[in-house]
């Protein structure tokens, strides 16, 4: 159980016992109850908690208050927690305390489960109890839940392993929609998804009905025959594809058909604390020069702030950071037709395809992320993802490089000590470049190897998965993911989150582009060299030249094999 159930579960039992003290004129409050659900509310939210304070919640005078309390500290029900400050100390719940309050949660929970639906023989842990009813604002097509009721078909899915995917796992595994279980899922990091994905596809039978793929990943899967082209499917079930932003939807075709529906889109963005700039009287970001300049003036490691935060961890993280800040400098890793916004792979003949990242460009790019180390946590080099974003989440950073997904948080964790502090801003420009902002996300896609009869059911979840229902509810609930235009447009989705508003205006502005991230075959094999020579390369194990020469011999070498490999395949 996380701690969005606990305190939707602390929620719900007061709510069914407010009716009984109203209607029951001798009951009273519950002492006990009111003191530990206070106490363990204040944790979970990161809030510090005096004995006073403790005391008034209580309900009772202050003298027998005292006593209930200095009881349940002396039992190591409550422990007193040192503070730096004036305050004294502070309370807190034991591990015993959380525990047993856990337990009698996860019990609540159980029992709810049993009596709304859940299925005899079922695990509560395997249902969701939601603080939002996803599960009721969005009806399920009937042919998902006639199959599930009667049949007994349950559906399978490999996910990647973010906050949005955890949210739609919930809205499936809701035991009032009836649908499925945790244990259908399968939400793994990234690089794990990608090796489940081939390994999947070398079996006989899919052991996945719905898989979510990288962006990138998209030209690989479908020359690699692990995708099915799902054309038919999509006007099937009613997608429109115009109702998605162009160059979302564009992400999910290769060689002019339809290999998946976009899920999610997110974008990577700088994220500045703006109750620091603003008091230190400092412009927000618009350039590398200013991004290192402000860093310079809020770095101060010793008293375990740092100017910047961006992902830096060898292999995929580093790589697309790189390819991030090449294209903020105004160029693509390999030689993509410029068009008026930025480049495209439309119209070109992939035999002419070469690597350009040794450039200035590339030296830029490089250049930049060493300076970018002299502002950054020492382990930077170490770091990515949740572990960077923890770190301005817990307001030790004034700026870091964030995909809006991740960047959620901000504004819904209860932990966060950055609540409406960000400014959100577009990717900061290198030399030459401009501040197109790079998009990523994950395209729901059918395994080939999928047995045929299960098909049309796949087809199904992906249209409910991907619907401007389901989208606009996961929007209402935090999730920033707005593809669909009848999303983005929505009043009631753009005022739930800063994020998306930003997102909408950089559309509007053309300022939104997957270019950085060309999604050709070969794009796994350019991460992986970029992810090994840029990071060496940062360490002080090569030098700048040296890393770029080697990532663009065997750069050039993937293109080359690429060229034959898939010709081969065409030719089958």
Known sequence: MNEYEMLRVIDFIEKTRRPFREVIEAADEDAIWLIVTFLIKSHILSQPVSISTLGQESGLPYATSMRLINRLIDSGHII?????????????????????????????????????????????????????????????????????????????????????????????????????????????????????????????????????????????????????????????????????????????????????????????????????????????????????????????PDEGMYGAVWDGARGMPIASSFLFFLGACGQPAISLRKTRSGYTLEGLDPDELTCTILSDAGFAALEYMRRLMEISPPAILEMAWDKTLDVFLQGRASLGYFWTMRAARFEYDVQSKVKRRVEYLPQPSGPGGTRASPIGGFLFCIPTNLPEERVELAADAIAWMASREAMKAHVKNGFPVAPRFSVSADPEAAASSPIVRFVDQLAKKSLLHTWQRPKIPQYTTIEKVLGTEIHDALLGNKTPREALETAAAEIEMSLRVGRHSVQELRSR
């Open 80 to 300: 007193k927690v040192s503070k730096s400050s004036g305050q004294r100390y502070a309370l807190q719940p034991s591990e015993q305390l959380l525990r047993s309050f856990e337990n009698y949660a996860r019990k609540t929970k159980s029992l709810l489960a049993q009596t709304l639906g859940l299925r005899a023989g079922e695990e509560e842990d395997e249902y969701y109890f939601g603080g939002t009813p996803l599960g009721s604002q969005i009806i399920p097509p009937m042919r998902l839940v006639q199959r599930r009721a009667e049949a007994q078909i349950e559906l399978r899915f490999l996910l990647n392993d973010d906050n949005y995917f955890s949210a739609m796992r919930n809205m499936w595994a809701d035991f009032r929609s009836n649908l499925a279980s945790r244990k259908n899922f399968d939400l793994l990091p990234l690089p794990e998804v990608y090796r489940r994905a081939r390994e999947n596809a070398a079996k006989k039978l899919s052991d996945y009905d719905v898989i979510a793929i990288n962006m990138p990943w998209l030209g690989e899967f479908a020359e690699s025959g692990i995708i099915r082209p799902i054309d038919q499917y999509v006007q099937r079930t009613g997608i429109n594809p115009l109702d998605f932003h162009p160059s979302i939807w564009s992400s999910a075709t290769w060689d002019g058909r339809d290999y998946g529906v976009p899920g999610y889109c997110t974008v990577e963005f700088l994220a500045a604390r703006k109750d620091l700039f603003l008091e230190a009287e400092i412009s927000f970001p618009k350039t590398f020069e200013d991004v290192i300049r402000a860093g310079r003036k809020f770095h101060s």
